[in-house]
T-cell receptor, first 114, second 111 residues
């Protein structure tokens, strides 16, 4: 079974631009979560989607948004990029049939904002 | 802010030795998971332990959970150079649909 895939793997943007990252979960997984990883703040939860519904959102500004499609693929968007948005963005999928489902992570998208 | 704090932040050992890292958290959880991350890549799931479990084993890994102390430990026995990585704990709470990650322990295993 193919793992979680994320595209693109690397991105370089300039301040003020916007960016869209994509995540394809493991086949059959209906929950997709997004995390931001930076050296200073570590791994921080962005949001979680299940069956196209956002069920939880982390403490990030409204510039960060996401969505999930009917095939469970998910995208996240960051508008008006700031230097501090430079990070590794990780997507994770799970079956989410219970609260104790294992999350499987993709390789991440490395975003650099200049 | 992160719920989990991991200790130590960095650990350097010789190949063949055991490595122990600890994770503390602040609120009630229903499960705790450990992950490994190599050089800024994606996270690899190692083991999940539920709140009603006290110990779990998987190969060379042993995880314990003490909910009264809100802490967990990960023991890697007979470490190998390939175990060099950062290790994170992540806690899940019923109904929140998210995991809170710890600060991580950077493990270096010297050949």
């Amino acid at each position: 079974k193919a793992g979680v895939t994320q595209t693109p793997r690397y991105l370089i943007k300039t301040r003020g631009q916007q960016v869209t990252l994509s995540c394809s979960p493991i086949s059959g997984h209906r929950s997709v979560s997004w995390y931001q990883q930076t050296p200073g703040q570590g791994l921080q939860f962005l949001f979680e989607y299940f069956s196209e519904t956002q069920r939880n959102k982390g403490n990030f500004p409204g510039r960060f948004s996401g969505r999930q499609f009917s095939n469970s693929r998910s995208e996240m968007n960051v508008s008006t990029l700031e230097l501090g948005d430079s990070a590794l963005y990780l997507c994770a999928s799970s079956l989410k049939t219970s609260d104790t489902d294992t999350q499987y992570f993709g390789p991440g998208t490395r975003l650099t904002v200049l | 802010s992160q719920q989990g704090e991991e200790d130590p932040q960095a650990l350097s050992i010789q190949e063949g030795e055991n490595a122990t890292m600890n994770c503390s958290y602040k609120t009630s959880i229903n499960n705790l998971q450990w992950y490994r991350q190599n050089s800024g890549r994606g996270l690899v799931h190692l083991i999940l332990i539920r709140s009603n479990e006290r110990e779990k084993h998987s190969g060379r890994l042993r995880v314990t959970l003490d909910t009264s102390k809100k802490s967990s430990s990960l023991l890697i026995t007979a470490s190998r150079a390939a175990d060099t990585a950062s290790y994170f704990c992540a806690t899940g709470t019923s109904g929140t649909y998210k995991y809170i990650f710890g600060t991580g322990t950077r493990l270096k295993v010297l050949a």
